[in-house]
């Protein structure tokens, strides 16, 4: 475990399965106090199991993001219990397939989506800078490379995931004064339960779990303001942010 990150008191938000589950036991083995949140009271059970085995302390809280006054119920209880936050991992969302005016496209999927990707954050986002401010931290969010454009069958996911991606630069620009930093973290397509690999262009493009959390800790320990990985897809997303609108639309719909 990298030195830097141990014993700290370290809040993941989503850790019940994929990148924030990874996260919480690699950071397991490092003594720290960690503070793991979902929806799912059963897997978070066995996840603390684990990370108590492995040396560290850890707290369940059982919530639902996209509830604002639960959150804060929560975060409240979780500083109480192990103190002040030092490092926390900002990685609730996902989406399924949408299709705006077919599968999924409906009003009411849309706004969903926006309320699990993007509520979600600001939910946990405002209320650790207050906690942060003056103290310090390491606010780091898991946003998506579909937020840097729309993404065919996920425009409700990138859009919220584009939201996030400015509210987190507006972070750094407006609290650079403050002892926080922040750190917003693009991966790729993982090898996770929530992927839909039928939908992903090429399985060369798929990135183990582990790779996913090894590059998560190292942007986290080195201060990055941004890491989008593996390279293939940052390669990918710069050149296509160079296109002319006209054929970056055109590229994406042969993509999708």
Known sequence: MRRSLRDKTILITGASSGIGRGVALA??????RIVVTARRADRLAELAAEIEANGSTCVVGVVDA????AV???????????GPIDVALLNVGGSPVHVMGGRNGDAASVVDTMRKNYD?????LCPLIDHMRV???????????AGMFALPKSGPYSAAKAAGRILMDACRIELAQTPIRFVTLYPGFTDTEGLAAEEVPSPALIIPLERAVDEVLW??????????FPKRIRYAIAVA?????????AVLRLVG
């Open 27 to 32: 950071l397991s083995r490092g003594a720290n």
């Open 66 to 69: 996209t509830d604002r006054e």
């Open 72 to 82: 804060a119920r929560q975060l409240e209880a979780a500083i109480a219990a192990v």
């Open 120 to 124: 979600a954050l600001v939910h946990y």
């Open 135 to 145: 103290r310090g931290g390491t606010i780091a969010y898991t946003g998506s490379p």
């Open 219 to 228: 942007a986290i320990e080195t201060g990055r303001s941004a890491h989008m």
């Open 241 to 249: 942010r160079w296109l002319p609108e006209r054929w970056l639309r």
